[in-house]
């Protein structure tokens, strides 16, 4: 089982900060990565699907970049709509694995 | 629209069954690999389940394995997840999602809004 690791598991960040949330699999997934945004009550909603590709209707401040074992969501400038826990998932191996997740949180 | 709506849950006691629905609307969910992904109060995401039906595919998650099954329904496009000898640590919201791409099998690109299992006496 392919094992992901989100750090840190909290960023508390003010608006129009950056935040930079990373993930690490315990084996190469080449870029079989995705994000995902959950708030509180709600289903998780796609962000970046292979590495780096935003999916529809994604603002342009949700960029993800790595391959690999590394990989990193950037959101380039906070707005108070960005809190929420974000999850990383591979779709390299079965079983399908998430990442414990990041909360981000705004100041 | 495309969009999937769970259905099915409920409370159960220990060692009981549920059977939990997934419709969807806006696309075929036989060519994609639909799957089941759960979320225990509190805690993360946890993938359960998929199947492809035009592949013929199905996939579990070890804790599951002999436990639950998947199927496909065309005539009502939908799946569905049988759980059975259900235990306290299978309580959860349990979510329907799509696999996207042009193939299938890519990132979970389609969500419902989930539907809650509790398994307590």
């Known amino acids: 089982e392919i094992v992901l690791t989100q750090s840190p598991a909290t960023l508390s960040l003010s608006p129009g900060e950056r935040a930079t949330l990373s993930c690490r699999a315990s084996q190469s997934i080449g870029t079989y990565l995705a994000w995902y945004q959950q708030k509180p009550g709600q289903a998780p909603r796609l962000l970046i699907f292979d590495a780096s590709n935003r999916a529809t209707g994604i603002p342009a401040r949700f960029s993800g970049s790595g391959s690999g074992t590394d990989f990193t969501l950037t959101i380039s400038s906070l707005g108070p709509e960005d809190s929420a826990v974000y999850y990383c998932q591979q779709r390299s191996n079965w079983p399908l694995t998430f990442g414990g997740g990041t909360k981000v949180e705004i100041k | 629209e495309v969009q999937v709506v769970e259905s099915g849950g409920g409370l159960v006691q220990p060692g009981g069954s549920l059977r939990l629905s997934c419709a969807a609307s806006?696309?075929?969910?036989?060519?994609?690999?639909m799957s089941w992904v759960r979320q225990a109060p509190g805690k993360g995401l946890e993938w359960v389940a998929s199947i492809k039906q035009s592949a013929g595919e199905s996939h579990f998650v070890d804790s599951v394995k002999g436990r639950f099954s998947i199927s496909s329904d065309n005539a009502k496009n939908s799946v569905h997840l049988q759980m059975s000898s259900l235990r306290a640590e299978d309580t959860a919201v349990y979510y329907c999602?799509?696999?996207?791409?042009?193939?299938?099998?890519?990132?979970?690109?389609?969500w419902g809004q989930g539907t809650v299992v509790t398994v307590s006496s």
């Open positions: 999602a799509r696999r996207g791409g042009a193939d299938g099998w890519g990132s979970f690109d389609i």
């Open positions: 806006g696309f075929s969910s036989s060519i994609y690999c």
